[in-house]
């Protein structure tokens, strides 16, 4: 990600080091990336839930359900947020989170690519809970895991989730439940 100016006084921006920049006032400057969290629901049958993208970028595309951190959030009160607002879940609704993997991505905003890290977790739903579409999420679908297209993720950071989760179900890590 490339900066011009300074976000502490205005000034131009000098590159002084691949992820550092610096000012003529003396400031550094750190193009860190934002983070995000994605969570992949698994049915009994081993199915991974995928939600819809219902806005740009990327609309019509499958996702994980997520987003970014607000604030001072966790990664595991932003998963939980994110579920909330996007698929009307609660806590109460899934197991724990179980970690997969954290990757780099870049997401497009406003004509930018935006660094973010990204982690993501997977989890199963308890009782008769059901996913239901709200926010920026179109719809959910239902995939067997072992058949998801990799080109109709959205992204990188997706697939490589959804890659992590089927090696780990391939491998027996995972107890799978049938």
């Not at 698929?87 to 935006?114: K, N």
Request: charged share 30%; glycine share 6%; with cysteine.
């Amino acid at each position: 990600m490339e900066m011009n100016f300074c976000r502490r006084c205005g000034k131009p921006l000098t590159k002084a080091a691949k992820h550092m920049y610096k000012c003529a006032d003396g400031h550094t400057i750190f193009p860190n990336s934002s983070p995000t969290v994605g969570v992949f629901f698994v049915t009994p049958d081993n199915h991974v839930l995928l939600s819809v993208r219902g806005i740009e970028p990327h609309k019509g595309m499958l996702d994980a359900v997520g987003g970014f951190l607000d604030g001072e959030e966790s990664l595991e009160d932003a998963a939980r947020r994110e579920i909330r607002e996007e698929v009307q879940l609660e806590p109460d609704q899934y197991e724990p989170f179980r970690y997969l993997t954290s990757c780099y991505e870049t997401y497009p905003y406003q004509g930018e690519s935006l660094p973010i890290a990204s982690a993501m977790y997977w989890t199963r739903l308890k009782g008769d809970a059901q996913l239901q579409p709200s926010d920026d999420v179109l719809e959910i679908k239902s995939v067997p895991l072992y058949e998801v297209d990799m080109a109709a993720l959205h992204a990188d950071d997706i697939r490589a989730g959804i890659r992590e989760l089927q090696r780990l179900f391939q491998s027996n890590e995972i107890k799978e439940k049938r």
